[in-house]
């Protein structure tokens, strides 16, 4: 079955960390790019960091440049997203998403595979 299955998240404080992970199952990572996004209570989904596994180039939301990092590991067919420095506006459910090819957006549409998404909360 061909599948995006993220993990990692869950509580913390502001100014914490998580690491989330986003593995793929039925596909090899080869020529894709893998974004990560948010949707935050009453408000539309967002994109926050998107990674091209061929050449490692990637593409970030404003808020969390500097803050967090992505990251692939070809042997294990997951791209990480480390967060660091959270703060309560990063609470949201975070999904993975897959799309063919090297472009690095955040349009939801080319994006055809999804993960489960994984709820990370930020207490003040």
């Known amino acids: 079955e061909v599948q995006l299955v993220e993990s990692g998240g869950g509580l913390v404080q502001t100014g914490g960390s998580l690491r989330l992970s986003c593995t793929a199952s039925g596909f090899i990572f080869d020529d894709y790019a893998i974004g990560w996004f948010r949707q935050a209570p009453g408000k539309e989904r967002e994109g926050v960091s998107c990674i091209s596994t061929s050449d490692g180039s990637t593409f970030w939301l404003d808020s969390v440049k500097g803050r967090f990092t992505i990251f692939s590991d070809d042997a294990k067919n997951t791209v990480y997203l480390q967060m660091n420095s959270l703060k309560p506006e990063d609470t949201a459910v975070y999904y993975c998403?897959?799309?063919?090819?090297?472009?690095?957006?955040?349009?939801?549409?080319?994006?055809?595979?999804w993960g489960q998404g994984t709820q990370v909360t930020v207490s003040s």
């Open positions: 998403a897959a799309k063919r090819g090297n472009e690095l957006t955040f349009i939801e549409g080319d994006f055809g595979l």
